[in-house]
């Protein structure tokens, strides 16, 4: 359990809504609010997408992130109060997440460095399918999927798109990654793969000026690409903090059961 004195000064963000804009008032009128360079803890106010930004921006600061859900989707997010802020912060549990690195080659030799959060994923621009060899850990695995696109997710990322495009759902620790295809055509019975983190993904692009593809590490974005590599970035130690019982590793594992 973490002590209250490592949370006296707090950093509130929120995103644009209403809500998230009513909470911020309220919060901040409370208990002050600090520059997120100088807090003990950046509070977050909204929804995931918040949540995501957030985490990127303070990606390399070491500090803890707290999510509360004053946005739309808030798998991320610990529900709303404004009482006794502190001492919940005191009592949350901390889950420790590492981000994906993407460096995608675009067809100009142009290379494009970003980290992902969820997932990164490659998808077809046009309205014919991406034709993608996969190698992992430089060695083939797959030399032709055609498909609309696909995917390597982690296990935070695993309950978002991942599981929307029927990837797996991953335990939060587990030291595992998933490579999802996105409506796959041929070989129309592949489901993807189970990888462990430790795993380096090179997807390369097949005949990329006729069927020109997209790869996105979360929200940024690098058009036109030849190749992309992907590795979990061990490097980076991102800590979200969580309400007792409502932990990141319990919502996922509640995501399995299917309520």
């Known amino acids: 359990m973490t002590s209250p004195q490592q949370y006296e000064r707090i950093a509130f963000v929120a995103s644009a809504g209403a809500e998230a804009q009513q909470a911020l008032t309220q ?14 803890v950046v509070v ?8 995501l930004q957030t985490l990127h921006r303070h990606m390399r600061s070491g ?21 006794d802020l502190r001492s919940r912060l005191a009592s949350a549990r901390e889950s420790v997440i590492h981000p994906l690195l993407m460096r995608a ?11 992902a959060i969820n997932e990164v994923s490659l998808f077809r621009q046009t309205h014919q399918a991406a034709r993608l060899r996969i190698l992992i850990d430089e060695r083939e ?18 309950t978002a798109y991942n599981l929307s ?20 055509f041929r070989p129309r019975r592949w489901r993807g793969a ?10 390369e692009v097949l005949e990329g000026e006729k069927r020109p593809v997209a790869a996105v590490a979360d ?3 690098a058009r036109d690409v030849r190749r992309v590599e992907v590795l979990s970035d061990k490097t980076i130690s991102m800590r979200m903090l969580f309400d007792p019982g409502h932990s990141l590793e319990e919502r996922i594992l509640r995501e399995q059961f299917g309520y």
């Open 105 to 115: 080659t675009d067809i100009h030799d142009k290379v494009h460095l970003h980290h």
């Open 63 to 83: 500090k803890p992130i707290y999510g509360m859900h004053r946005g739309t989707v808030g798998f991320l997010m610990n529900e709303y109060s404004t009482h």
């Open 27 to 40: 919060l901040t009128d409370m208990y002050g609010s600090h520059d997120p360079a100088s807090a003990d």
């Open 44 to 51: 977050a106010l909204g929804g995931d997408g918040l949540m």
């Open 165 to 184: 495009a029927q990837g797996p759902i991953l335990p939060i620790n587990a030291a595992l990654l998933a490579l999802t295809p996105i409506s796959a």
């Open 194 to 203: 189970l990888l462990p983190n430790t795993a380096f993904v090179v997807i």
């Open 141 to 158: 695995r797959m030399a032709e999927l055609i498909a609309d696109g696909i995917l390597v997710a982690t296990p935070a990322g695993s």
């Open 219 to 221: 929200h940024d974005e």
